[in-house]
T-cell receptor, first 116, second 115 residues
Framework: NAGVTQTPKFQVLKTGQSMTLQCAQDMNHEYMSWYRQDPGMGLRLIHYSVGAGITDQGEVPNGYNVSRSTTEDFPLRLLSAAPSQTSVYFC???????????????FGPGTRLTVT | QQQVKQSPQSLIVQKGGISIINCAYENTAFDYFPWYQQFPGKGPALLIAIRPDVSEKKEGRFTISFNKSAKQFSLHIMDSQPGDSATYFCAASSYSGAGSYQLTFGKGTKLSVIP
């Protein structure tokens, strides 16, 4: 099992450019999410998905789009990059929710994005 | 509105000492409290977690203490080692239906264990 993989590892964009951060998991997890990590801010939820075809917004969704066409993949799209989106982005996945049990969230290695 | 407050921001502990990190939450609907450990350049990884029906959970040198009435929980690392040097995040979550668990994270504590 590769677990949660993210590409690219590093990316530099100019303001206004668009790009897609890729996330894939091979654990057949239903739940996937995207976080951004900024110094002193912890991890903040951008978007999440509870299964293929279902997505919802997290705490900081503005400027980002997601879609979930397969169980394995959950790409994050930056529509028009801004310097405020300079951050480290983490994708995470977990098994579907079962009442009485909390599935562990597995994080990918992250993508470090710089917007100039 | 910050729903999970974590302190301190940074912590320096001598090897063999006890590291203590504290978190407080506001949302009484939270029913799951994990701690994540993150090494530089890596993604966070689950360290230990607790549900509010117990007051303490211990796994090796790591212990979570939970105080439901005070809405506080803490991580204790006994016999701290240089290899424990990392950033630690507390988090809280509640099951919101349809398999959806949203984790709310604290801002993190950078722990440095010096030899």
């Amino acid at each position: 099992n590769a677990g949660v993989t993210q590409t690219p590892k590093f990316q530099v964009l100019k303001t206004g450019q668009s790009m897609t951060l890729q996330c894939a998991q091979d654990m057949n997890h239903e739940y996937m999410s995207w976080y951004r990590q900024d110094p002193g801010m912890g991890l903040r939820l951008i978007h999440y998905s509870v299964g293929a075809g279902i997505t919802d917004q997290g705490e900081v969704p503005n400027g980002y789009n997601v879609s979930r066409s397969t169980t394995e993949d959950f790409p994050l799209r930056l529509l028009s990059a801004a310097p405020s989106q300079t951050s480290v982005y983490f994708c995470a996945s977990s098994a579907g929710g079962v009442w009485g049990g909390f599935p562990e969230q597995y994080f990918g290695p992250g993508t470090r994005l710089t917007v100039t | 509105q910050q729903q999970v407050k974590q302190s301190p921001q940074s912590l320096i502990v001598q090897k063999g000492g006890i590291s203590i990190i504290n978190c407080a939450y506001e949302n009484t609907a939270f029913d799951y409290f994990p701690w994540y450990q993150q090494f530089p350049g890596k993604g966070p990884a689950l360290l230990i977690a607790i549900r509010p029906d117990v007051s303490e959970k211990k796994e090796g040198r790591f212990t979570i203490s939970f105080n439901k009435s005070a809405k506080q929980f803490s991580l204790h690392i006994m016999d701290s080692q240089p290899g424990d040097s990392a950033t630690y995040f507390c988090a809280a979550s509640s099951y919101s239906g349809a398999g959806s668990y949203q984790l709310t994270f604290g801002k993190g504590t950078k722990l440095s264990v010096i030899p």
